[in-house]
């Protein structure tokens, strides 16, 4: 580039290029110099020659002003999401040669090269597992671009219910999910022996039902003809909890086992690592309760659940630890399909924490085809029952459904009318502790002093967890980890 054409180097120029460093050397020895015709001769430069400007550039300039307006009263604006880029680049701080942590762009103006760190390859990659979320403001402004409700109107983990079902209208969704490796269907070999064994317990074995409820045999037409038709918010107000009960209050009424659940209703996964967007938020979800673990088991996964704002494999909501069931409810048996595609999104995350968990200790092969999680969808009069697992492959981790059970309740004089409720207790009170308990034993086998790096990048396009630099002896075994 010509030092005499008073234009700056461009900074994005490769530091490689060894002309266009020399050439930017004498730029900076001999500074701009005003172009000159090859017909006149060169004139000494004089200190005002550096002002000098081009009559016809000033004139269009002041001609894009408003009349109203003068240069000196235009203020430079400052974009939220500029500013969020900076605070962006001040915290990706390098290292320059000297030691020294720097504002990249910073070195790149000093030097006039990037810090020798970027040219490094790296022996690992170590990095904290937990994961920043975007910050409040720039998280709100990415609310108000991709919603049309007012952002006062919705808390920020909380999309009206048109809003968070939209992206799933479309089948094209379901090829989506399979791009990350989560399949709305069985794999080739099915469930495990001891899964099938176990889904037919929980759909056979008996419950306690409520006596005095919209579902008792004299009121039972009489509320099916009052929803058919009507909207998803009148549905879950009427039958929600008669298809799905209320884990917490169970435990209420003296079910203390289930004291260590917690469940949420119609709030987003703010805190769990994205598999795609949008980020799942089930009209009903149940997991664990942070005190549901000792603190020495919180001591343990703390680095893989990290602090305030940040993202992890294990939660769902901020206080949701390994989410084991979900429910949506729809209206029209079109609209299922809605519900099932927000179903399976939202338990291949909750699967993935589990087998995530697991590999940490080399015992993943334990969950290969196993029913790690279930899932109810259901409308005004039908319902459908998946159980949710894994197909491990080495390192590479797809999610499958299992269909359960696909019913009408309304048939037959409501003769299945309480058959999803029975399932749904049978899985607190049979699936649940023990599933609790396998999890709760694997974290205690987590030394209290971690040493770990991250896993080569997953198949499916995300970081996974890695396996511990000491491990158990855990890790040629393929015992069903039910069968433990």
């Known amino acids: 580039m010509p030092c005499g054409s008073g ?28 172009s000159v015709p090859k017909d006149e001769k060169a004139r000494p430069q004089r200190r005002q020659d550096r002002t000098i400007k081009d009559p016809k550039r000033t004139r269009s300039k002041e001609d894009k002003l408003p009349s109203s307006a003068t240069p000196s009263q235009k203020r430079p604006r400052t974009s939220p999401l500029q500013s969020h880029i900076d605070d962006t680049i001040g915290e990706n701080a390098a290292v320059s040669d000297s030691g020294d942590e720097i504002n990249p ?3 790149w103006r000093r030097e006039f090269r990037w810090p020798k760190k970027y040219f490094e390859p790296e022996s690992n990659m170590n990095y904290l597992l937990s994961r920043k979320k975007y910050s409040s403001s720039f998280r709100g402004k990415l609310s108000e671009a991709g919603s049309t409700a007012p952002s006062s109107t919705t808390r920020s983990d909380q999309n009206p219910r048109e809003a968070k079902s939209a992206p799933y209208q479309s089948p094209q969704y379901n090829i989506l999910l399979e791009t990350k490796g989560s399949f709305m269907r069985k794999s080739e070999l099915g469930i495990a022996d001891t899964s099938k064994t ?25 509320t099916c003809e009052m929803i058919q038709d009507r909207n998803e918010a009148k549905v879950i107000q009427d039958i929600a909890r008669l298809i799905i009960p209320s884990a917490q209050s169970l435990a209420i009424r003296g079910a203390k086992r289930l004291k260590i659940l917690i469940e949420s209703v119609n709030e987003g996964w703010d805190n769990s690592i994205a598999l795609t967007k949008p980020r799942p938020q089930p009209d009903y979800a149940i997991g664990f309760k ?20 940040e993202t992890s494999f294990f939660l769902g909501t901020y206080y949701m630890y390994f989410p084991l069931l979900t429910c949506e409810v729809k209206c029209g048996v079109q609209a299922l399909d809605v519900a099932d595609r927000q179903n399976a999104h939202s338990m291949a995350l909750a699967v993935r924490g589990v087998v995530e968990l697991f590999r940490l200790v080399k015992r993943e092969k334990e969950l290969h085809q196993e029913i790690l999680a279930f899932s109810v969808s259901h409308a005004y009069r039908t319902v459908r029952i998946y159980g949710h697992y894994p197909v491990i492959d080495g390192t590479k981790t797809t999610f499958y459904r299992h269909p359960i059970h696909d019913f009408g309740f309304a048939a037959l004089d409501g003769k299945e009318k309480w058959t999803a409720y029975k399932f749904t207790k049978n899985v607190y009170d049979i699936w649940m502790p023990t599933h ?49």
């Open 7 to 34: 234009r700056k180097p461009d900074l994005l120029l490769a530091p490689t290029d060894v002309k266009w460093r020399q050439a930017n050397r004498d730029f900076r020895k001999v500074g701009p110099q005003l």
């Open 105 to 107: 762009l910073e070195y």
């Open 290 to 309: 942070r005190t549901a673990f000792t603190e020495d088991q919180l001591k343990k996964i703390q680095p893989f659940i990290g602090g305030f704002g």
């Open 436 to 484: 609790f308990e396998i999890i709760s034993s694997v974290i205690d086998e987590l030394p209290p002093d971690l040493d770990f790096k991250t896993s080569q990048q997953s198949e499916l396009g995300e970081p996974g967890l890695s396996h511990l630099s000491s491990q158990s002896s855990h890790g040629a075994t393929s015992t069903s980890y039910m069968a433990k």
């Open 198 to 222: 176990v889904s037919r317990t929980l759909l056979e074995a008996e419950q306690i039902v409520l006596e005095d409820s919209l579902f008792q045999d004299d009121l039972f037409d009489e």
